[in-house]
């Protein structure tokens, strides 16, 4: 099952999202992990050559608002991506 974020703290981390560039940043990057769909947003966790980034998509009527992070070692990524479940960083 996937996961859903918890409430955001107060003090939470902000993450830099950016508008996505044409070309994908990582090649070969897959989605790993993604939280439950009936959120409007969703997050994904990208891997790929050793490398990774997290995804957020907002799913609005008419299309979809999507934004990513920098990149960042896999480890680093997977340390956000807690941060961001528990709602110490958004
Ligand atoms: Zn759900």
Do not use: N
């Not at 790929?48 to 008419?62: K, N, S, Y």
């Amino acid at each position: 099952m996937s996961p859903h974020v918890a409430m955001v703290q107060r003090d939470h981390v902000r993450l830099k999202w950016r508008q996505l560039y044409p070309e994908p940043v990582l090649k070969r990057a897959r989605s790993t992990i993604w939280t439950c769909l009936c959120r409007a947003t969703v997050y994904e966790l990208y891997e790929g050559g050793g490398r990774a980034f997290l995804r957020r998509t907002v799913q609005l009527d008419r299309k979809h608002e999507v934004h990513e992070t920098s990149i960042y070692s896999i480890s680093e990524a997977r340390a956000i991506w807690m941060g961001l479940l528990s709602g110490r960083v958004r």
